[in-house]
T-cell receptor
Framework: GAGVSQSPSNKVTEKGKDVELRCDPI?????LYWYRQSLGQGLEFLIY????????KSGLPSDRFSAERTGESVSTLTIQRTQQEDSAVYLC?????????????FGEGSRLTVL | GENVEQHPSTLSVQEGDSAVIKCTYS??????FPWYKQELGKGPQLIID?????GEKKDQRIAVTLNKTAKHFSLHITETQPEDSAVYFC??????????FGGGTRLMVKP
């Protein structure tokens, strides 16, 4: 597809379960970002991947959060032992240029609800 | 780190009026200031950006101004239309860092 694709679009889970969210970036984009958007809030940076470099994990809120990306392809964000405060929209973005020097292209997000 | 504050959090205007959203940032080394528009159920989309070497930039009905001394920048939308209704985010960054977003402004344009 032409844009950033995220799945699932909606996920409802029970507290304590693990969830995986997937992001398929725009082909050729070396930079990939995950952001979290809580209800009515701004965009909170979580993690950044640039090519084969070590990811910038400085925004991950706890060790229950992790993400992987193989090369310049798909990324998965995993949340273990989900808590109600993890409920949010998780947005993925990709960019052709590194480190926020250019436009970020966002997906439509994965809405996570933890009951 | 960088801190970006955005005001107002909600803004309601009549169609045809102008809308202004203001942001302040804390890190004087920040040099890139994009604005993103997020429509309901969509991801944010870049609408305009400005770099620190210019004071103003315009694109049709949208303009952004930057005051480096005061560390604030603003988005101006003229002749607002219902399709301008959305959440707008400002952001600031310096080279090598992550974008820091403001808290967002929900703009409602009443027909």
């Amino acid at each position: 597809g032409a844009g950033v694709s995220q799945s699932p679009s909606n996920k409802v889970t029970e507290k304590g379960k693990d969830v995986e969210l997937r992001c398929d970036p725009i082909s050729g984009h070396t930079a990939l970002y995950w952001y979290r958007q809580s209800l009515g809030q701004g965009l909170e940076f979580l993690i950044y991947f640039q090519g084969n470099s070590a990811p910038d994990k400085s925004g991950l809120p706890s060790d229950r959060f992790s993400a992987e990306r193989t090369g310049e392809s798909v990324s998965t964000l995993t949340i273990q032992r989900t808590q109600q405060e993890d409920s949010a929209v998780y947005l993925c973005a990709s960019s052709f240029r590194p480190r926020n020097t250019g436009e970020l292209f966002f997906g439509e997000g994965s809405r996570l609800t933890v009951l | 780190g960088e801190n970006v504050e955005q005001h107002p959090s909600t803004l309601s205007v009549q169609e045809g009026d102008s809308a202004v959203i203001k942001c302040t940032y804390s890190d004087s080394a920040s040099n890139y200031f994009p604005w993103y528009k997020q429509e309901l159920g969509k991801g944010p989309q870049l609408i305009i950006d400005i770099r620190s070497n210019v004071g103003e930039k315009k694109d049709q009905r949208i303009a952004v101004t930057l005051n480096k001394t005061a560390k604030h920048f603003s988005l101006h939308i003229t002749e607002t239309q219902p399709e301008d209704s959305a959440v707008y985010f400002c952001a600031a960054v310096k080279a090598g860092n992550m974008l820091t977003f403001g808290g967002g402004t929900r703009l409602m344009v009443k027909p």
